[in-house]
């Protein structure tokens, strides 16, 4: 267990989220060993995932939860993680954020309450009246993340606040002053996997391609944050660009640790090419990557 003094403020939040991990259940060991986030099929995973659950401080004998709920339950931990650390460093990007996990609401076109996604919210609407718009669209408009980070426009008071910068006459349709539109700003989007089985990889990248072709303004940071155990199956979504910005791992250093404990030359291979390549980092890192 962590000790609360002589720790930065990002490790201390760092160990509260694996703490919280492990009292919801999300992150267990059952009695024969077998952690949550494990394939029990696959020898490296039950024990790399088992060493990390140890240096996590997890014990033994826990009863693990059914996927859907684990899986809910990391989603809304990672939202924390995100809400309590980001305005940590308001001197990188100093903004007003919200942090959204989407949950059971993301039948409802949730992106399209937010710039640059409001047009979806209108599509939907024209789609749900024609059968026919439908029969060519399908859903591929309809865009789910699990958790979303807002940017709040800002009003011209606060921009004016040191010296005179915008007015009236120009600067009018900008999203950023709330003077012209009072919709959060998708800043960044973060989708949640527990683990990485048969097809969630590519469910990863289709919402990714999802976020990207149907905005109509910048492209928000695109995440992904897992507690996968196997560097084989994180490299089937880390690796490439082109949709997802980067891979985030629940535990990395500790992931490395158990690599490197398990003499395992090809997943230390996989590590290495992930995290040299740039493509995998640690939960830690997402908030200041959030700042760029």
């Known amino acids: 267990m962590m000790e609360r003094s002589g720790y930065a403020r990002l490790s201390l939040a760092r160990a509260d989220f694996h703490r919280e991990l492990i009292a919801e259940r999300t992150l267990v060991v059952d009695d024969k060993g077998v952690a949550s986030n494990a394939d029990s099929s696959q020898r490296f995973s039950r024990e790399a995932a088992l060493a990390i659950a140890t240096q996590l401080g997890a014990g033994i004998g826990g009863v693990k939860l059914d996927g859907q709920r684990a899986g809910s339950q990391f989603e809304g931990s990672v ?66 993340p699990d958790v979303i980070v807002i940017r709040l426009p800002v009003p011209d008071s606060e921009i004016n606040s040191t010296n005179i910068l915008v007015d009236g006459q120009y600067g009018v349709l900008s999203p950023i002053r709330q003077a012209n539109q009072s919709h959060g700003i998708v800043h960044a989007v973060v989708s949640c996997k527990w683990t990485l089985r048969s097809d969630r990889a590519q469910n990863a990248r289709t919402e990714a391609l999802g976020v990207l072709r149907n905005r109509k303004g910048r492209a928000p940071h695109i995440a992904v944050v897992t507690g996968e155990p196997s560097p084989a199956r994180i490299a089937s979504l880390a690796l490439g660009t082109g949709d997802v910005d980067t891979v985030y791992h629940f535990a990395l250093p500790e992931l490395v640790a158990a690599t490197a404990a398990l003499d395992n030359d090809e997943s230390q291979s996989i590590l290495e090419t992930l995290i040299s390549g740039k493509r995998l980092r640690d939960i830690a890192d997402l908030p200041l990557d959030l700042c760029v």
């Open 79 to 144: 939202r924390t993680f995100i809400a309590r650390t980001l305005p940590l460093f308001s001197m990188l990007r100093p903004a007003r954020w919200a942090v959204e996990n989407v949950g059971s609401s993301r039948k409802g076109y949730h992106l399209a309450r937010f710039e640059p996604y409001r047009h979806l919210a209108e599509l939907a609407q024209m789609v749900d009246e024609s059968p026919t718009l439908a029969a060519v669209l399908g859903n591929a408009y309809d865009v789910s």
